[in-house]
């Protein structure tokens, strides 16, 4: 399997177009090629999934819940702020705000939280794996 990173725009053209995930690579033995948007991209979404209040997210039938990022904010420890899981319409864009909330500073920040560490289980691993 081979994975591409192209822009938005002509991810556009092929989904009207007979190729609506993927294609066959023709110069491999028709592996197929699968379209992916760019990283910074992906970890606003990722970043944007933790901070949606109403998802239900689970990670090994662990919980991933938002007040493990509320606590590191209101600790004031490490970079995350308010801003950074409180979302408008222009701070989802920042993609640096979602590095600092999916970093391994956050993740040694919940371990030092008032949460106990086997409740915060789940949101470690999804921010350790965002990473």
Request: positive net charge.
């Amino acid at each position: 399997m081979v994975f591409a990173m192209v822009p938005r725009a002509p991810m556009h053209f092929f989904a009207n177009q007979m190729f609506k995930v993927g294609c066959l690579n023709l110069y491999i033995n028709n592996v197929p090629i699968w379209w992916l948007s760019d990283y910074p991209h992906l970890i606003k979404k990722l970043r944007n999934f933790i901070v949606n209040p109403e998802r239900n997210m689970e990670w090994a039938e662990q919980k991933i819940k938002l007040e493990h990022l509320i606590d590191v904010v209101d600790r004031k420890e490490t970079k995350p702020r308010w801003k950074h899981v409180k979302l408008s319409a222009w701070t989802k864009m920042a993609v640096k705000r979602a590095v600092q909330v999916c970093s391994e500073e956050a993740v040694a920040d919940i371990c030092q939280g008032s949460f106990p560490l086997e409740k915060t289980i789940g949101t470690r691993m999804y921010l350790v794996h965002v990473c």
